[in-house]
């Protein structure tokens, strides 16, 4: 929450490029999300099976919208973000805005984790690794992302048209995001996780570029502001006016806390599934 009470989102991924160069490219994704998605439940409970369904199904798709090379190319794009954090052996990643203006100047923001290592997660099962890992990290003290800023150079070597064509990076170290220690057991932790799912983020909560100007950047994150608004209105997101007090508070009041744990119950009653398996 901005000074002058403006709400502004960092809406990341753990990868420093997009996952398609423009919006129509980004709208045939979504679709083809969902193909995917429809393809894997089809196969049964196999996780081996609904992963190489779900592939097969994103690629099929994107191919029927975008034609073969583009859509072939896209899904090797898009095969290579999602490896990162499958092949991740630690919860700590960094992370990358897309492209934003701020006061007229173009840039991306990127969240380095803190420290001088970052350890590998603990041993046991693949499942849930990155929770695990998580939450023995924060259980042991507050975790810390240093907060850069990367110009814009030059469209060869900062394109804005060539979303997923890495940038040529100039950090400039600008704030740190931490997160708490939370103990074991803490009941507070659930209700903010609780909270992060339900609340409605999306790239449209931003400063603004405050010069009129439009290039495909822009137009990228309006594409990426109308599927977020979709999403969470067919996800019955929480209304902005009921979490506005968390941002100068820090606190969950207990209205909300009520609110959040009947999501909660409900959700988990009709098998609603709100986080991927790690």
Known sequence: MAPDERRVDFITINHPTSPTDNHRSFVALLHATIASTRAAEAVGR????????????????????????KGARTAVHVARQTSRTARSKSALQPYWTGVVEIGGRSGKFIFLPAGDSVEPAQSGPRSQRLTRDWRGRQAAGPIAFNVHWTPFIDEASTSRTNLSRAWKEQLHLIGQVVFPQQLPGDETAGLWAALADEMGAHPGNWVGAGNGHIDNAVEFAAARTLAYRSSQSGRDALPPGTYREVFTSGQIAPSLETELRRRQTRKLASGHISQAPH
């Open 46 to 69: 196999s996780a081996i099976a609904r992963r190489l369904a779900s592939s097969l199904g994103l690629t099929a798709a994107l191919i029927r919208r975008m034609g073969v090379v």
